[in-house]
């Protein structure tokens, strides 16, 4: 499907639903399955474009995986692993390309991993350079910093390693979930300040759940003892907080109500944060267990930082379009390095609907104005598709293209978005 057109509705939304299983869970599961000794059952994980790259690269190392009934049974070989006969391709998924990249270097040999376009772009340096640090070799093939790269494995060593913190937090949770497995005890200092501290809080939460430890010294330290592993044990994945958020966006925006039903109000996610952010700009929130409930009132624009929730900044920058006053968003830097660069993405299409936009290196602020129909491109964004979907529940004729880019994360997205407007 080239495009799909958003149909507005008429009243206020009104529904119950839920959302798929989180992905930042389900991929860091399936490393923690893999690296464990023994069966592992992911209840209920994702399934998706991310998570299936992840499984096949894992096959490719020689773990055996199979799906039964909705759930994934993984046999750990506790660290061994085969050297995959081919490059491990990982599309555009950003936690497969940066967890795996520590992971092979417990595979013997050399292994080789790429991705599309897309991935061939984004900065993977920083996370090399730590792995130098333990007289690894770990090079960027064709020396841009980026994928494709090589990495030659065996034992690492473990020792002191030094992170910048500023880019990605992805860099980080690579290197706590393979640590245990390393020669040595692992310390971890963070070079300046640690960007989205939340999803290093589930990576340290999914580890605890399996049996390693790991001591935070206020995000700037972290010690990891060799010798853990991981325990095999029956995992339940709980709800993505980052797909709930176009959801109740599209409660905040018709003035109308969304409850998600399997979400953890108590999660790790900094992403369940949304709904209290769109609480500061008037809507009502209820929380209720393993629920989360959105009431939609005349908004506000405010003045937020969103380094903490950073896959849910487009979502909100959509948001914005129908708040009254400026709304800004800030310490966002790290969107320029997303699967595409979200803030010069979300400048040209919030423009093509009618805004008035100022997009800084680390900064967004969106005016709104006179709203316009228009097609909005998607970059081969999931974020951009999902986000965008919600303007046209009010703008007429927003077209979104290329939507089959939501299988990134979110493979049914448009089939339960229009649950929303397909009623009597």
């Not at 609480?279 to 209720?288: P, S, Y």
């Not at 423009?351 to 104005?369: K, Y």
């Not at 939507?403 to 009623?423: A, I, N």
Request: charged share 20%; proline share 6%.
């Amino acid at each position: 499907m080239e495009s799909i057109a958003i149909v507005p509705v008429s009243r206020p939304v009104k529904a119950t639903l839920e959302v798929p299983p989180s992905k930042s869970y389900t991929n860091r599961a399936y490393i923690i399955a893999a690296l464990a000794n023994g069966r592992v059952c992911l209840q209920h994980p994702l399934f998706s474009d991310d998570t299936r790259y992840m499984k096949s690269a894992l096959e490719q190392m020689g773990i055996h995986i199979t799906e039964e009934a909705g759930n994934i049974f993984i046999e750990g070989q506790g660290g061994q692993f085969q050297p995959p006969e081919k490059e491990l391709f990982v599309g555009n998924a950003g936690t497969t390309m940066r967890f795996l990249t520590t992971l092979t270097t417990l595979v013997p040999g050399v292994t080789r991993l790429t991705g599309d376009e897309r991935m061939q772009k984004r900065p993977i340096e920083d996370l090399l350079n730590c792995l130098r640090q333990m007289d690894l070799q770990a090079t960027s093939v064709n020396r841009n910093f980026c994928p494709p790269l090589e990495i030659h494995g065996g034992s690492p060593r473990g020792g002191e390693i030094q992170l910048a913190g500023d880019k990605s937090s992805q860099y980080l949770t690579s290197l706590l979930l393979c640590a245990p497995y390393f020669q040595k005890d692992t310390i971890i200092k963070i070079k300046g300040n640690l960007t989205s501290k939340p999803y290093v809080d589930i990576t340290l939460d999914i580890m605890k759940t399996f049996g390693v430890h790991v001591n935070n010294e206020s995000y700037q330290r972290f010690t990891i003892e060799a010798g853990q592993r991981y325990q095999s044990i029956d995992y339940p994945v709980e709800g993505d907080a980052s797909s709930a958020s176009y959801f109740f966006a599209a409660a905040a925006v018709t003035g109308g109500e969304v409850t998600i039903t399997n979400l953890n109000p108590e999660s790790k996610q900094g992403d369940i944060g949304f709904a209290r952010v769109l609480e500061q700009m008037g809507c009502e929130v209820d929380i209720g267990p393993q629920k989360i409930t959105v009431r939609g009132k005349p908004l506000r624009g405010i003045n937020i930082n969103m380094n903490n929730m950073p896959d849910v900044a487009q979502t909100l920058a959509v948001v914005a379009l129908f708040a009254e006053g400026k709304t800004t968003l800030t310490d966002i830097a790290n969107l320029r390095i997303k699967e595409t660069d979200r803030l010069s993405a979300l400048g040209m299409e919030l423009h093509r609907l009618g805004a008035w936009v100022n997009v800084g290196n680390d900064f967004l602020e969106i005016h709104p104005n006179q709203q316009k129909s228009g097609n909005v491109e998607t970059y081969n964004d999931h974020r951009m598709a999902m986000s965008f979907a919600v303007a046209g529940l009010i703008i007429p004729g927003v077209v979104i293209k290329n939507p089959g880019c939501v299988d990134k994360s979110f493979p049914d997205f448009f089939d339960r978005f229009q649950t929303l407007y397909d009623r009597p």
